[in-house]
């Protein structure tokens, strides 16, 4: 068995990253996806309002009830009753990560639209009436996280990609530092609050202490992950092939491919619910991933981002 390690380590690889010959396909697009992480404002312009505009690119998706919310490059939407993405409030901002909490709060991260006056990272910002408005709650400017997550206990996780650095807070607004890694995605299990699930080029890597330290990625190579409940932890692969999580991340069964190619996004609602993000649309299912509808059709991004 492997030992865990934190701080510098394996997974804290100086740009560019290390790599050997025999890295699968796999890990390669994992490894592009990571380059990516070192984003900027700057890119596809923002859609004018009303229905049906196009997006480039989806960062990040959610529920309220049975409404679906869907977090892109050019700010939150809303499919219409065509599927049709419908933006959400007045702000056109780059929400690079973004989560729904279990008391139905927004929480999301990135950068401003284009032409704003603020600074170039968002930090972490609140909305508690579904995405209309949004409060700055901490480190504005200072901080684009590409991932974020909550434990049962309310407790934010936010992956700092800038830094490279796993960022964690009881309440939004003070922060602890923990391991440094290299990620593209992270989750954590609804019912253990100190165990966290990183994916990375060599395979998903695990914390059993709140992310203080890592054990190295290995196995299944996938690009996200989701845990909405405790018999319900998916991941998905560069290529948009499905698998089901066993032993708490330690073992993947694969389920279906996503249609619509690469994915972007990941949600996990519960045991049957999921909701993915491909290259032509969200897709969601309802019977664990073994079959999905489209929900809102989006357009792919030229730009990578």
């Known amino acids: 068995m492997k030992k865990p390690f934190s701080g510098l380590s394996a997974l804290t690889l100086p740009l560019p990253l290390r790599r050997t010959p025999t890295l699968t396909a796999a890990a390669t697009a994992v490894t592009m996806a990571l380059a990516l992480t070192a984003c900027s404002s700057s890119g596809d312009p923002a859609p004018e309002g009303g229905s049906g505009a196009a997006l480039s690119h989806i960062h990040g998706l959610g529920v309220r009830g049975e409404t679906l919310y869907v977090a892109t490059h050019q700010g939150l939407h809303t499919p219409d009753a065509d599927g049709r993405p419908t933006p959400v409030g007045d702000r056109r901002d780059d929400f690079m990560g973004f989560t729904v909490t279990a008391g139905g709060a927004f929480l999301a991260s990135g950068h401003p639209a284009p032409g704003g006056d603020g600074p170039a990272d968002l930090g972490l910002i609140a909305s508690t009436d579904s995405g209309r408005t949004w409060q700055e709650k901490s480190l504005a400017g200072k901080v684009d996280f590409h991932a974020l997550d909550t434990a049962a206990d309310s407790t934010v996780y936010g992956y700092d990609s800038t830094n490279g650095l796993l960022r964690v807070s009881a309440d939004g607004v003070t922060w ?30 695990r914390s059993t202490d709140g992310g203080r330290s890592f054990a190295p990625g290995a196995g299944r190579v996938l690009a996200h992950v989701s845990w909405g409940a405790p018999d319900a932890l998916f991941g998905i692969d560069p290529n948009g092939v499905l698998f089901r999580g066993t032993g708490g991340g330690t073992g993947w069964t694969r389920v279906s491919t996503v249609p619509g190619g690469g994915p972007q996004a990941l949600t996990v609602v519960d045991a049957r619910r999921l909701l993915v993000a491909t290259q032509d649309g969200v897709y969601e299912s309802r019977n664990a991933g073994l079959t999905f509808d489209r929900r809102m059709v989006v357009k792919s991004g030229n730009d990578g981002h």
Do not use: F, W, Y
Not at 185 to 191: E, L, Q, R, Y
């Open 176 to 205: 602890g530092d923990r391991a440094t890694l290299r990620a593209v995605d992270i989750a954590v299990s609804p019912t253990a609050p100190g165990t966290v699930l990183a994916t990375t080029e060599t395979g998903v890597a």
